[in-house]
């Protein structure tokens, strides 16, 4: 079984930047992709952004590409980070941290795992 937990939201003023963690523990065999993912309230859960967990690469939605960089922690390799720059009111959701088995390709959806998300509030 997976654990991942996220830290890292806030309260932030628009044009802020945040840096979200997700630590995942437990069997990580067969995980092939880590991604970040968003639910705003009243509106359906999108892909953020993601990193092959078995090799290099990163993807990112188009409405946060140029503002996003997900990256995978040198050292602790089970630890994915979303970093954020120039918020927005519109980037106020729940941001939560997946694991996929089998594929490295996002959207294949063969999320496995969830964690229980972190909010992050972007308002002045």
């Known amino acids: 079984q997976i654990q991942l937990v996220e830290s890292g939201g806030g309260l932030v003023q628009p044009g802020a930047s945040l840096r979200l963690s997700c630590v995942a523990s437990g069997d990580m065999s067969g995980i092939y992709y880590m991604a970040w993912f968003r639910q705003a309230e009243g509106k359906e859960r999108e892909f953020v952004g993601g990193?092959?967990?078995?090799?290099?690469?990163?993807?990112y939605a188009a409405s946060v590409a140029g503002r996003i960089v997900v990256s995978r922690d040198v050292h602790n390799r089970n630890t994915l980070y979303l970093q954020m720059d120039s918020l927005k009111p519109d980037d106020t959701a729940v941001y939560l941290c997946a694991a996929q088995r089998g594929s490295t390709d996002y959207q294949r959806g063969n999320w496995v795992a969830w964690g229980q998300g972190t909010q992050v509030i972007v308002s002045s």
């Open positions: 990193h092959n967990w078995i090799g290099s690469g990163t993807n």
